[in-house]
C-alpha cells in the first residue's frame, strides 16, 4: 500500500502555487498607485496573517493601519525623527522625508511583540512567526492582482514614530506595508536554484 499524501492534482496545485509565488516581487511605493485594496480584499489579506505559524500561540504581531488621514502625522513623525538623527538636516531631507508618508494608498505598520509569554519563545521565533505572516499577505496581495513592498528605515523604532504608533516597550515597529496597484512593472529579478541553499547531512 502506498503511503503517499499525494493526489491526483497535488503537484500541479503546488506548481501552480509556485508559479504565482514568482509572479511576486517588490514594488517601491512610488510605483503602487490608487485602487489600493477595497475593504474586502483587506479582510482577505489580514485573514492570511492568520495562517501563519505561531509558536505557543502567543500572538506575536500586530497591524497597525496608517489612513489618508493619519498621512500627515506620520510625515511629521518621519521629519522629527529625521531631525533627532540629524538636526541640521536641510528642507530638502525634510521635505523627501515627509513625502514619504504619502506615497502608497495603502500603508499598513507590522509591529512585532516581544512580551514574555507562557511558553516562553525566543524573539527570533517571533520574527519568523511575523515574516510568515507578511509573506501570507504580499502572496494574498498578488492573487488580488494588487502589487506590494516592504519597506523600513532609520525612523522605524524613533521616539516620535513609536510615540505616534502608540507602541509598548515591548513592542517594535519592524516595517511598512506599502500595497495598491502597480504602475509601473519592472522584470522580474533571478531566483537562486535550491542547490545553492538547500544541503544536507
Ligand atoms: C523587513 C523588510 C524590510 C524591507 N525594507 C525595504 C526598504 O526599506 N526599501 C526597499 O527598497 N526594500 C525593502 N525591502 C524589500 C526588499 O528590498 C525586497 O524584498 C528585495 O529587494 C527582494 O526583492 P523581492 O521582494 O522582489 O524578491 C524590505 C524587505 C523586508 C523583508
Known amino acids: 500500500m502506498s503511503l503517499t ?19 511576486r516581487s517588490h514594488v517601491a511605493p512610488k510605483r503602487l498607485v490608487v485602487p489600493g485594496p477595497d475593504n474586502g480584499q483587506l479582510t482577505l489579506i489580514f485573514s492570511a496573517a492568520a495562517h501563519a505559524p505561531d509558536h505557543g500561540r502567543i500572538q506575536p504581531w500586530r497591524f497597525i493601519m496608517v489612513p489618508e488621514h ?4 506620520l510625515g511629521e513623525a518621519f521629519v522629527r525623527a529625521l531631525l533627532q538623527r540629524d538636526p541640521q538636516a536641510s528642507l530638502e531631507q525634510r521635505d523627501a522625508a515627509r513625502d514619504k508618508a504619502f506615497r502608497a494608498p495603502c500603508l499598513v505598520v507590522a509591529v512585532l511583540s516581544d ?17 510568515c505572516a507578511l509573506q501570507n499577505m504580499l502572496l494574498v496581495t498578488q ?6 513592498g516592504l519597506t523600513s528605515g532609520q525612523a522605524m523604532n524613533a521616539p516620535a514614530l513609536r510615540e505616534l504608533l502608540a507602541l509598548s516597550p515591548h513592542e517594535e515597529a519592524i516595517c511598512f506595508l506599502n500595497l495598491g496597484t502597480v ?3 519592472k522584470p522580474a529579478r533571478p531566483r537562486a536554484e535550491a542547490s545553492a541553499f538547500v544541503s544536507s547531512l
Not at 499524501?5 to 503537484?11: D, G, N, V
Not at 512580551?115 to 515574516?131: F, I, M, Q, T, W
Open 5 to 23: 499524501t499525494e493526489t491526483p492534482t497535488a503537484h500541479s496545485d503546488a506548481q501552480r502555487l509556485l508559479h504565482h509565488m514568482a509572479r
Open 115 to 131: 512580551a514574555p509569554s507562557e511558553p516562553p519563545v525566543p524573539r527570533a521565533e517571533k520574527l519568523v512567526s511575523l515574516g
Open 143 to 148: 492573487t488580488l492582482n494588487l502589487g506590494s
Open 70 to 73: 493619519r498621512r500627515a502625522d
Open 183 to 185: 504602475a509601473s512593472h
